[in-house]
């Protein structure tokens, strides 16, 4: 449903602890494992003291990271920027960082290799999170600094829906009898490959579902329940309107139009509104 908004002063800036609750947990997971490590190599392997270095430095990782970065102008700041997705690599390299540097031989070598392995998980999944949470925060911002214009809710268009649906069933088919073959046939370096069809099959599944935009001055707003982001319009350079869909070109390399915003019009209750805020900001061809 298309509604359309009233402008809204740019919030101050003011603390935001989810945020720096969200910063402290990312500390935390790279701190504590790599923390732990190094007392496994250098001091001892108990259970109980490594049980408390983790414990002990990932408390101290939250507290600094909640402290340091719970202010609503550092998330929006992190939000506006590319390099807020090197906080999930961050954590990739680290415990490949790990895995490499302590090749010692005894139990502290198992230790380090688990830990690395919770280093880099953790690492990924937090900065995933600290990435979604930043681009939430500068996507408020942005618009409430901007006069919104229509809101609405649609998916991709029939035909996209179409493909996808046979892609997904294709590589998740395709995944699990490889996989199936592999155990039986025994070649097992192949696993890897029907891993990566299954999660892509998975993946692949939400890349029409229904999306929140929101066409304000400042740009178009996509939207998910766990994240929301602003594109620009510099981001774009046309649209187009047929019956079966409305596309809105991204600028520069888009290959197959796969960066484009490709939207289904017979969802949209007032397309008339969408198109007058369109014609505003870029040609429409």
Same mark, same amino acid.
Do not use: C, Q
């Given at each position: 449903?298309?509604?359309?908004?009233?402008?809204?002063?740019?919030?101050?800036?003011?603390?935001?602890?989810?945020?720096?609750? #969200?910063? $402290?947990?990312?500390?935390?997971?790279?701190?504590?494992?790599?923390?732990?490590?190094?007392?496994?190599?250098?001091? @001892?392997?108990?259970? *109980?003291?490594?049980?408390?270095?983790?414990?002990?430095?990932?408390?101290?990782?939250?507290?600094?990271?909640?402290?340091?970065?719970?202010?609503?102008?550092?998330?929006?700041?992190?939000?506006?920027?590319?390099?807020?997705?090197?906080?999930?690599?961050?954590?990739?390299?680290? &415990?490949? $960082?790990?895995?490499?540097?302590?090749?010692?031989?005894?139990?502290?070598? *198992?230790?380090? #290799? $688990?830990?690395?392995?919770?280093?880099? +998980?953790?690492?990924?999944? &937090?900065?995933?999170?600290?990435?979604?949470?930043?681009?939430?925060?500068?996507?408020?911002?942005?618009?409430? &600094?901007? !006069?919104?214009?229509?809101?609405?809710?649609? @998916?991709?268009?029939?035909?996209?829906?179409?493909?996808?649906?046979?892609? +997904? $069933?294709?590589?998740?088919?395709?995944? @699990?009898?490889?996989?199936?073959?592999?155990?039986?046939?025994?070649? !097992?370096?192949?696993?890897?490959?029907?891993?990566?069809?299954?999660?892509? *099959?998975?993946?692949?599944? *939400? %890349?029409?579902? !229904?999306?929140? /935009?929101?066409?304000?001055?400042?740009?178009?707003?996509?939207?998910?329940?766990?994240?929301?982001?602003?594109?620009?319009?510099?981001?774009?350079?046309? /649209?187009?309107?047929?019956?079966? !869909?409305?596309?809105?070109?991204?600028?520069? =390399?888009?290959? =197959?139009?796969?960066?484009?915003?490709?939207?289904?019009?017979?969802?949209?209750?007032?397309?008339?509104?969408?198109?007058?805020?369109?014609? %505003?900001?870029?040609?429409?061809?």
């Amino acid at each position: 449903m298309a509604t359309v908004d009233a402008h809204r002063d740019v919030p101050a800036d003011e603390p935001d602890s989810f945020f720096g609750f #969200v910063v $402290g947990l990312y500390v935390a997971a790279l701190l504590a494992p790599v923390a732990t490590v190094g007392v496994a190599v250098t001091a @001892t392997t108990e259970a *109980g003291v490594l049980f408390f270095t983790f414990l002990g430095v990932g408390t101290a990782g939250v507290a600094v990271g909640w402290r340091a970065a719970g202010r609503e102008a550092v998330a929006v700041r992190l939000g506006s920027t590319r390099w807020a997705w090197l906080a999930p690599a961050a954590g990739l390299a680290y &415990g490949g $960082g790990v895995l490499a540097a302590t090749g010692v031989e005894g139990p502290a070598s *198992g230790i380090a #290799v $688990g830990l690395a392995l919770l280093g880099a +998980v953790g690492g990924l999944v &937090g900065g995933t999170g600290l990435v979604l949470a930043a681009h939430n925060r500068h996507a408020k911002a942005v618009l409430a &600094g901007s !006069e919104r214009r229509v809101r609405f809710s649609t @998916t991709g268009p029939e035909r996209d829906r179409r493909l996808a649906k046979w892609a +997904v $069933g294709a590589l998740m088919l395709g995944g @699990t009898v490889g996989f199936a073959a592999s155990i039986v046939a025994g070649f !097992e370096s192949l696993r890897w490959l029907f891993h990566l069809m299954i999660a892509g *099959g998975a993946g692949l599944s *939400g %890349a029409v579902a !229904e999306r929140t /935009y929101v066409v304000a001055d400042a740009g178009v707003r996509v939207g998910t329940p766990v994240h929301k982001r602003v594109r620009p319009w510099s981001r774009f350079e046309s /649209y187009s309107l047929t019956d079966d !869909e409305l596309r809105v070109r991204r600028a520069g =390399w888009s290959p =197959w139009g796969l960066r484009d915003l490709r939207l289904d019009p017979e969802e949209i209750d007032d397309v008339a509104a969408v198109r007058a805020v369109l014609d %505003a900001h870029l040609p429409r061809r």
